[in-house]
């Protein structure tokens, strides 16, 4: 069931673009606040940093993260083992209220060598360090993860869910500070196309959206906490509220596209 919350932001949305939340977005790029704005072209990475673990920025390691079809796609065919080179394709320009929705879908075969936990697992960064302030052997962005998980045929998995790599979050109005957290959705098996929203309200309110549904939602993120490693301490200030930051698509070693990538800015109280 939708929040009081979402459906309030959504008429008030609605009211500034003359559009209802379940309307098909424009594919005009905009600025205006109320309006939907493609981040991927649907042809190059324009607007896109390339960080991989172990390599210098923009630095596309056997080429990972490209372009084909209209689609961005996340592959290994390059890789001869994964060897932990986690990559994250950053949107040049943070954000701090928005909505954000992407299309995604788990295809192929996991990476040679990577981690059992990695199978069809991916997500997208909110409120993340810039690609430029990672260190080069740095893992994952300190952010918050909203992880994508495909199911295996078989076995209940959400996705959606949250992860918290050098971040905590409040959560039921105590501070949360377990790294994964499963939201309320239902499995989605196989190589079909998901569409996962997110509703981000500075460090107020973020909210896992998918066919209408809230799946979880939380509040405060801060930085603090672990999972990220060879990080520059001068950027993980611990304690520092969360209120803006960059966009990010993740790559963990399973092959992933992502059909669509747009935001919605919002006015930021």
């Not at 788990?106 to 993340?128: C, I, K």
């Not at 810039?130 to 962005?141: I, L, R, Y």
């Not at 809230?214 to 801060?222: A, F, L, R, S």
């Not at 672990?226 to 399973?254: A, C, M, Y």
Request: hydrophobic share 30%; net charge neutral.
């Amino acid at each position: 069931m939708k929040t009081a919350i979402y459906a309030i932001a959504c008429l008030l949305l609605s009211i500034a673009s003359q559009k209802g939340c379940g309307e098909k977005p424009s594919t005009t790029p905009s600025t205006t606040p109320g309006q939907w704005v493609p981040l991927f072209n649907g042809k190059n990475l324009d607007g896109w940093d390339v960080k991989i673990a172990g390599f210098d920025l923009n630095d596309n390691y056997q080429n990972t993260f490209r372009v084909e079809d209209g689609m961005i796609k996340v592959d290994y065919s390059g890789y001869k083992s994964f060897d932990q080179r986690y990559g994250h394709l950053f949107y040049k320009k943070p954000f701090s209220h928005y909505r954000l929705r992407v299309e995604y879908r788990f295809v192929g075969e996991q990476a040679p060598n990577g981690e059992g936990w990695a199978l069809r697992n991916s997500g997208v960064m909110l409120h993340g360090q810039s690609a430029a302030s990672m260190m080069k052997g740095q893992d994952f962005p300190i952010s918050i993860e909203a992880q994508f998980l495909g199911g295996n045929g078989k076995d209940e998995r959400h996705t959606s869910n949250l992860c918290t790599p050098g971040t905590h979050v409040t959560m039921n109005g105590k501070l949360e500070e377990s790294h994964c957290i499963d939201s309320r959705s239902k499995t989605y098996h196989g190589d079909q196309w998901v569409t996962a929203e997110f509703l981000v309200l500075g460090d107020s309110l973020i909210q896992h959206i998918l066919e209408g549904e809230v799946v979880m939602e939380y509040t405060k993120p801060v930085i603090g906490g672990g999972v990220v490693n060879n990080f520059d301490p001068k950027v993980k200030k611990d304690g520092q509220p969360l209120r803006s930051g960059t966009i990010s698509l993740q790559s963990e070693s399973h092959p992933i596209h992502f059909r669509k990538v747009e935001v919605m800015e919002l006015v930021g109280k």
